[in-house]
């Protein structure tokens, strides 16, 4: 993982990694895709996985728990 400000700088990140990418690598559906976060930008990429996973799992429950970020109240009745 790594956290790259600018849309721009990403693509460019994104084009270096796949260059380095093995074509076996791509066949098997190793991908590389961006995500808008609220991560800093050049933060060390164990911490910004860790935080991404925890906020992926917290996302997760509040959706298995029937809360949402458009709906934080619950489901409709």
């Known amino acids: 993982m790594e956290v790259i400000k600018g849309r721009h700088n990403a693509e460019t990140a994104v084009k270096k990694l796949e260059a380095c990418q ?3 690598d791509r066949h098997e559906g190793w ?3 961006f995500e808008k976060t609220e991560l800093k930008a050049g933060m060390n990429p164990t911490e910004a996985t860790k935080l991404r996973q925890e906020h992926l799992e917290d996302r ?3 959706e298995q728990n029937g809360t949402s970020a458009l709906n934080p109240t619950g489901p409709a009745e």
Request: hydrophobic residues 35%; proline residues 11%; without cysteine.
């Open 22 to 24: 093995s074509p076996a």
């Open 31 to 33: 991908r590389y895709f």
């Open 60 to 62: 997760e429950l509040k």
